[in-house]
């Protein structure tokens, strides 16, 4: 609610102002009151108001003065002057105070109400820039872009951050990789856009801010200053977990920090990081604390880690020595020297695997050319008893893996890639997925979304995204066209989800644009 002082000499016209204008409805709360421009600049000192209706003509200081020393201490605050016909040219003044209006006395009731409605809205839409700033700016904190005690307290005063010690809540949602797979992005979309509001919701009485990582994982920064634990918000997370899965078939991952200060935001950042990754051992739907993981479940995790990033490379560069020389010391040395469950070896056996196919299908090559039809891997895997046999599994698929992609390297066609680009160009304003592209240019899903990637620095996704608001942002340059039709006209069913994406993408409701 937005807080509104009224300064004036004359008792009847604050009582008016007080009781006549209904404040709540207008997003306003009525905060105090004085006579003189003295009392109003000692009042809002106290009451730090961000609207103040004042008089001109006063005793001992008029309003104009008194609103350039607000100014001082309130630079934010608006202002609307009230003046009568004898002080008309004198209040053209109030253009250097940045007033927002002036109006004549005797005061028309529609007329200020207009005037407050039109500042409100100002304040909304300088809400909404300063949340997308100070979102930005946090995000470049915790990955560290931006460091040193003297930074973080100069972006902390800027952006109205009231934090000291912290912890990190990274939420993830569990349907993404389906959702890669079946192209079903809208759903996504509406799920995390779900689960910002609910989670927000059951954190309101905290001091907290919400920040989006990825396409998928968004941080919860909640200030821990009058707050001991992290686990006391343990009953939140698992009402929010329930509450989520009952309204979409999927569920949610929670990862939590310890405790740390803002200085260290980064590492507070990491460990959050690591105790959502922890799922790979607790499974979907678990909340993790960073402060139960066992260092040296925190050492494998990393190395499993490492080792899943270099097999993508090594694979792709050919590397025939290496891939083994990577195999064999995962599976000789280091499953048998630390003791690793037999269930976590086949659940990363599986990983292992599916990375291999995954990197398969960005070259266009059918997974039945290297495995042959109805290959179960799940069944196959759970079968095996050994490290060894499973050693043996996964190194044979490995190198079917990296012989089909030597075959097939040299024989893709750049040129479809550019038939492909120019495809989505032409159809963007169709309901178009990924299928559609792959079978008008006859390459894989995943190779199209690598190569689009590598062209323009876009995903698919994000490509069609931009090429749509660059056209909604021209046609709502004209008046004719209701935001409705704009949605059609773009390929969008649902107008709703695409102003959600249009604000996502600007800033800006396709309304506020306009």
Known sequence: MLKVMVVDDEYLDREGMKKTIDWASLGCVFSGEAKDGYEGIELAKIIKPNIVITDISMPRINGLEMANKIKEFLPECKFIIITGYDDFEYAKAAVKINAIDFI?????????????????????????RKHIAREKILLDIMRGKIRGKESIDKIKKEYSIEIND??????????????????????????????????????????????????????????????????????????????????????????????????????????????????LYSGNNSINYFMDLKKENIVKWSYIISFEKELRIVLKAGDRTKIRNKLDNLYIKFFTSNHISNSIIKQISIDIILIALKTLSEYNISIEEVMGKNFDIYRKIENYKTIKQMHNLVSDIIFNVFRCIKLKNATISENSID????????????????????????????????????????????????????????????????????????????????????????????????
């Open 104 to 128: 004549l006395k005797p005061v028309d009731e529609n007329e200020l109400i207009d005037s407050i409605k039109n500042i409100s809205y100002q304040f909304e839409r300088n809400i909404k």
């Open 419 to 514: 038939k492909a680009i120019q495809y989505i160009n032409e159809h963007y304003n169709e309901n178009i997925s990924l299928s559609d592209v792959s079978k008008n240019v006859y390459l894989s899903e995943s190779y199209i979304c690598r190569k689009i990637k590598s062209a323009t620095g876009m995903s698919f996704v994000e490509y069609i995204t931009k090429l749509r608001m660059e056209k909604a942002i021209e046609y709502l340059q004209n008046p004719n066209y209701k935001i409705v039709d704009i949605a059609k006209k773009l390929g969008y069913s649902d107008y709703r989800y695409f102003s959600r994406i249009f604000k996502k993408y600007t800033g800006y409701s396709p309304s506020d644009w306009k």
């Open 166 to 279: 912290l912890c990190i809540v990274c939420i993830e949602n569990d349907y993404y990789e389906k959702a890669l797979e079946s192209d079903s992005f809208d759903v996504l979309f509406s799920a995390n856009e779900y689960a910002k509001e609910l989670i927000c919701e059951r954190l309101s009485q905290y001091t907290y801010y919400l920040v989006e990582c990825h396409d998928n994982i968004f941080a919860i920064l909640i200030s821990m200053d009058n707050v001991l634990y992290p686990k006391s918000f343990r009953d939140i997370f698992i009402d929010f977990q329930k509450k989520f899965s009952s309204v979409f078939s999927t569920t949610v991952t929670i990862g939590v920090s310890n405790v740390g200060s803002i200085y260290d935001i980064k590492k507070v950042y990491e460990e959050s990081k690591q105790a959502l990754k922890n799922k």
